[in-house]
């Protein structure tokens, strides 16, 4: 059944993000950046977790999961070593997806050759 709650969680993401897209002049960049905070807050207050425990992968693929790993991992830091903590945290969980995302865009430009 977890199957099923993963596929309808990322559906729902993408047709939100799709019927925003479509009914609004925001950009992608923007709709990008909405879904972020709103993983974020939703962390915050606890729900995502919540969310993840019923949608497993499902929850931690799309955007959002961006979001709450960013705001998950500022808390635990900062429960370990205080406000010092706050901005180390955001790159502990996040980091290793940061580098892959920096490395292949490195290597895809060297592959192709963009359009000017």
Known sequence: ??????FLFCGLVC???QIIL???K???GHVTSLFVVIGAFLDIFGIY???VLYCGAGALVPI???GHLLVHGAMDMANDLGP???SFGIFNLTSAGISIAITVAFILCLIFKPKH
């Open 64 to 66: 959002t999961s961006f």
């Open 49 to 51: 977790d919540r969310i």
């Open 84 to 86: 010092l903590g706050l």
């Open 1 to 6: 059944m977890i199957y099923v709650y993963a």
């Open 26 to 28: 925001l950009t992608p």
């Open 22 to 24: 479509d009914n609004t």
């Open 15 to 17: 047709m939100i993000s």
